[in-house]
């Protein structure tokens, strides 16, 4: 028996399930599977906040709409939750407790299920104890599916995001203890959609105070090189002082050193 028959049987065997759904390769696999086994018992909840860009949105909201699956959309307002928008280390806890208590709410009875995978056991991830603590279950991690494993099967059923850049919530591109504010994030996201809009793939834009610390993949290193006066200049007039290429190159968790 494969990992995805695997899959499927878990979720037969929960019969009606609410899939929090970012509109990323992982919840898209698990609702797409999720669909094709329990059909209209199943319902998309994603919420919507300052710390997930519009795009991500956007995307989410098509690929329910053109797989006729029912998609719950609720607006977050992400810096209000205590101790938040003071970006402490557990701030990724804080912010997914909260979440997830009104996903459980929306949930119209059926049970919760979420996306993390395999590879999310292995990374500093404290939003997985407000997963645990609430009782969320996690499929994916169930059927022992790793994301290599998740962007196959993606592929091999046609969905869109395969081979779609990974994706984390823009809070994640701050260092712990620096306040969060609406247009603090809204300058990393304009930041990223220019490198996206630039040819970039899988990027991030980190910020340390005035400091874009910009992390592409090492192949593209000449590109943004060759770009470098343009790239420059348009993140100094989103507030960044100065722009620096991490020589590292794109990994993910870069910021979980200083936690």
Request: charged share 25%.
């Amino acid at each position: 028996m494969t990992k995805l028959d695997n899959l499927k049987n878990y979720l037969c065997g929960l019969r009606s399930v609410a899939v929090a759904y970012s509109g990323g390769v992982d919840s898209t696999f698990l609702l797409k599977v999720a669909h094709n086994v329990l059909g209209e018992n199943i319902l998309a909840l994603t919420a919507t906040s300052k710390f997930i860009p519009r795009s991500e949105l956007d995307a989410a909201k098509k690929f329910c709409a053109d797989n006729k699956i029912r998609q719950v959309i609720f607006e977050a307002d992400v810096l209000k939750i205590a101790g938040v928008a003071e970006n402490p280390v557990n701030r990724c806890y804080l912010c997914k407790r909260e979440l997830f208590k009104n996903f459980l709410r929306l949930a119209e009875g059926k049970i919760l299920v979420e996306g993390s995978n395999m590879d999310d056991t292995k990374d500093f991830r404290p939003g997985m104890k407000a997963i645990a603590e609430l009782k969320v279950k996690s499929p994916l991690i169930s059927a022992e599916l790793y994301k290599a494993e998740i962007r196959e099967l993606s592929r091999e059923m046609n969905l869109p995001t395969w081979n779609k850049p990974s994706m984390a919530c823009l809070a994640s591109r701050f260092v712990y203890g620096e306040t969060l504010t609406a247009p603090k994030l809204a300058a990393v996201e304009a930041a990223e959609d220019f490198l996206l809009s630039a040819g970039f793939k899988q990027m991030r834009v980190r910020v340390h105070g005035n400091i874009a610390r910009i992390e592409i993949l090492p192949e593209q290193f000449d590109m943004l090189l060759s770009l470098r006066e343009k790239i420059s200049a348009r993140l100094k007039t989103l507030g960044f002082d100065y722009v620096t290429l991490d020589l590292q190159g794109y990994r993910t968790g870069s910021m979980n050193l200083n936690k």
